[in-house]
């Protein structure tokens, strides 16, 4: 059973930094696309960013670009999400998530098959 696991969550002041990691159970990790999704406090789950299997291809939202890297490293079956120029907005709960033999990066929740339990994201002023 393939199982993802976030950490790096955290409290941070606006302007600030965070770096995100998700760790992938399964060693077939490089078949995976991979993202980040966002939900804040009575809101629906939003896209971030997605990284394509070999990590030649990325995709942002538009309220993150420029601010927000996601890479990932296959060796170490992990991807990341740094996230700069923290604003108040960013507070949410940040969840990774894996596509299974895509080979583009998705921004729909519903193509993603596996989730993890999410990390804490406060940004504060």
């Known amino acids: 059973q393939v199982q993802l696991v976030e950490s790096g969550g955290g409290l941070v002041h606006t302007g600030g930094s965070l770096k995100l990691s998700c760790a992938f159970s399964?060693?077939?990790?490089?078949?995976?696309?991979m993202a980040w999704f966002r939900q804040a406090p009575g809101k629906e789950r939003d896209f971030v960013a997605a990284v394509t299997r070999n990590g030649g291809s990325t995709v942002y939202a538009e309220s993150v670009k420029g601010r927000f890297t996601i890479s990932r490293d296959n060796g170490k079956k992990s991807v990341y999400l740094q996230m700069n120029s923290l604003k108040l907005e960013d507070t949410a709960i940040y969840y990774c998530?894996?596509?299974?033999?895509?080979?583009?990066?998705?921004?729909?929740?519903?193509?993603?098959?596996?989730w993890g339990q999410g990390t804490q994201v406060t940004v504060s002023s």
């Open positions: 399964d060693l077939t990790f490089n078949i995976y696309t």
């Open positions: 998530a894996a596509d299974k033999w895509s080979v583009i990066a998705r921004t729909q929740t519903d193509s993603y098959t596996y």
